[in-house]
């Protein structure tokens, strides 16, 4: 079947097999928090906080470091392709010791699992679920002390980052989310903003090589308890990356939702060395439900792919859902990630680009109607095989970790 594939692609211009080859050299980071339901491992109450949410409560989630990494590598090993292993700062391991005062140390237990693994490892601050998230606001709170607690977490965390891209030999990614905003009609939407500015050119005044971190900033356009306004909107935060020479991250539950994440993609790369990505599905709000193999994600992979961008847009995977196995959530969503790149680079994109130069709309729309149809599952059963990764009795795996390992989780 998938020589008959190959064959059906090579007749519209693509090699299958490099499609397969490249895919699998893309790097896609799977975020710790799909397997607790962002608690993290500060306290064993911890409540999420900051406008977003996990809804659910499906049994057997990882309640410790041990419980979690023998839930990763089981997701790992259902997943084709690079991986990477995106961490946040709740999960450091042993004692709470605050999150002002955390270092690399106490994130080298995660270090050593992926090193071991091939992995490397990608840091986020967290700026929620923490007393001194204060009327929902950290680094523009009105009050100087709330701010500067934020500041000195987020310069530990960008210091660990450094430390673990050195290491790694791999820049780390650094990613703020703040969910700093208002529920109703702010009386003042300036001086959050410029107290934000502040503090995270405060942040910043510290300078590391690029080689070894790459700063990024996430905007969101509301949160549940901030529906009317955030401090972190899009323009503040694109405008702040392009004058401080730093990067911006596009989540796409973050925005308006006729507003197309695809489309901001090429938008930034005509400015931006770097774009980061959380790949999420939005359901009606930033729900963070699981990511399909639907048509956004189609085309935020299409705008990497036919844009020759697999190398300056890091993929990173952001949803949180608590009313299905995580393990499988974790599999799923990250196996579409892969599906939509494969499926991108499956497509004659410079033939698509002639079409539209020369202005031949007709032609256009008809070969892109008749590629649907084309036997990618073939394609992605063999790249599946390639990988040594199960193909759809992946299922099975998760259901019999479930029965073993999940169900004793009381
Ligand atoms: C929240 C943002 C943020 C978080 C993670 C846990 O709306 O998307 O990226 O989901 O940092
Ligand atoms: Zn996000």
């Known amino acids: 079947m998938y020589n008959e594939a190959k064959e059906a692609y090579k007749a519209v211009g693509v090699d299958a097999e490099q499609a397969i080859e490249k895919c699998g050299r893309i790097p896609v980071s799977l975020h710790c928090w799909q397997g607790d339901d962002v608690s993290g491992f500060e306290n064993a109450n911890a409540a999420l906080s900051g406008g977003i949410q996990a809804t659910g409560n499906y049994p057997g989630k990882a309640r410790s470091f041990a419980e979690l990494t023998a839930d990763l590598d089981v997701a790992y090993s259902l997943i084709p392709g690079a991986k990477r292993l995106n961490l946040h700062a709740i999960y450091a391991v042993g004692e709470n010791i605050g999150r002002d005062k955390i270092e690399f140390k106490h994130f080298k237990p995660w270090f050593d699992y992926a090193e071991k693994r091939g992995i490397k490892i990608d840091f986020n601050p967290t700026l929620f679920s923490h007393p001194m998230h204060k009327d929902g606001m950290t680094l523009s709170h009105p009050d100087k002390a709330v701010r500067d607690f934020w500041v000195r977490h987020v310069k530990a965390c960008r210091k660990i980052a450094a430390e673990t891209g050195k290491a790694q030999g791999s820049p780390c990614l650094h990613n703020i989310w703040i969910p700093d905003g208002l529920k109703d009609i702010p009386a003042d939407r300036l001086t959050p903003r410029i107290r934000l500015r502040e503090s995270l050119d405060e942040i910043f005044s510290v300078k590391y090589d690029k080689r070894y971190i790459v700063d990024a900033v996430e905007s969101k356009v509301f949160g549940i308890g901030m529906e009317s306004y955030t401090a972190g909107s899009s323009e503040f935060y694109l405008s702040y990356a392009a004058t401080r020479g730093i990067n911006a991250l596009l989540d796409n539950g973050h925005f308006h939702p006729t507003e197309s994440t695809a489309d901001k993609i090429p938008s930034l790369l005509a400015f931006f060395d770097k774009v980061a990505l959380h ?35 890091l993929i990173g995977l952001d949803y949180f859902d608590a009313s299905v196995n995580r393990i ?35 032609a256009l729309t008809a070969t892109r109607e008749e590629l649907k149809t084309l036997p990618f599952g073939d394609v992605w059963n063999e790249y599946l095989r390639r990988q040594s990764v199960p193909g759809s009795e992946w299922l099975g795996v998760v259901e019999d970790y479930e029965n073993r390992v999940l169900s004793a989780r009381k």
């Open 328 to 362: 499988a959530a974790w599999a799923i969503g990250a196996r579409n990630m892969q599906k939509a790149l494969l499926y991108a680079l499956l497509t004659p994109h410079a033939e698509l680009k002639r079409l539209q130069d020369e202005r031949k709309f007709t």
């Open 279 to 313: 790949v999420t599905r939005p359901v009606r709000w930033d729900s963070d439900h699981v990511v399909l193999f639907e048509d956004e994600v189609k085309e935020i992979a299409k705008e990497i792919i036919a844009n020759g961008a697999e190398e300056r847009v």
